[in-house]
């Protein structure tokens, strides 16, 4: 008996041995995963950052044309598209954020989401970006941007005086005022 019990011993230790090993390879394996995850991550969202550079500098080229040519509303048009665009972009930029957080070692969401397949926190990860984009930024307040004030009457202009007040006047008649000229 004491044979067949070193025997059952000896097993139980190789036994004991080798899924430690599983373990550490499993470890392994997961902590590779989730570098070349982040890793991918990275370099999206550098691509992402590189396209809203591209809607910056592409609204810069528009813009310009609107404004020389005083068309208010093509102007307020095209700086509520393009922000709207970034803002989309810069809420999967956090998202992906997110997402490489998670997977980092030691964090909560990488213990508990390595065993649960890649697939679906990648997605989980996108589609809870969008909301929480759509959420956290909303629609556009009413009405025209901050600084700029309600429409001129036809034929009148915001200038500032040198001391740095704000003042108005008709381009055709001259005429000039402190206040909003009414309609």
């Known amino acids: 008996m004491a044979h067949a019990d070193w025997q059952e011993k000896a097993k139980e230790g ?5 899924a430690k090993m599983t373990m550490g390879f499993k470890r392994a394996a997961n902590e590779t995963e989730a570098f070349a995850k982040s890793t991918k991550l990275k370099g999206e969202i550098v691509l992402i950052e590189r396209k809203i550079g ?13 404004m020389a040519a005083e068309d208010k509303a093509a102007t307020e048009r095209l ?12 809420g999967e930029i956090a998202a992906k954020r997110a997402t490489m957080e998670a997977l980092k070692p030691g964090s909560t969401a990488a213990d508990g989401g390595s065993g649960g397949g890649g697939g679906g926190g990648g997605g989980g990860g996108g589609g809870g970006g969008g909301e929480a984009g759509g959420a956290a930024w909303g629609a556009p307040p009413q009405g025209p941007p901050p600084g700029v004030g309600p429409p001129l009457p036809e034929g009148w202009k915001r200038a500032t005086s040198p001391e740095g007040r704000e ?3 008709h381009a055709t008649s001259g005429e000039t005022s402190w206040t909003l000229p009414a309609a």
């Open 14 to 18: 190789i036994g004991s041995g080798l």
């Open 167 to 169: 003042y108005y006047y």
């Open 54 to 66: 591209g809607i910056k500098e592409s609204f810069g080229r528009e813009v310009y044309d609107c």
């Open 79 to 90: 700086f509520y598209a393009c922000r709207e665009r970034v803002r989309e972009l810069e």
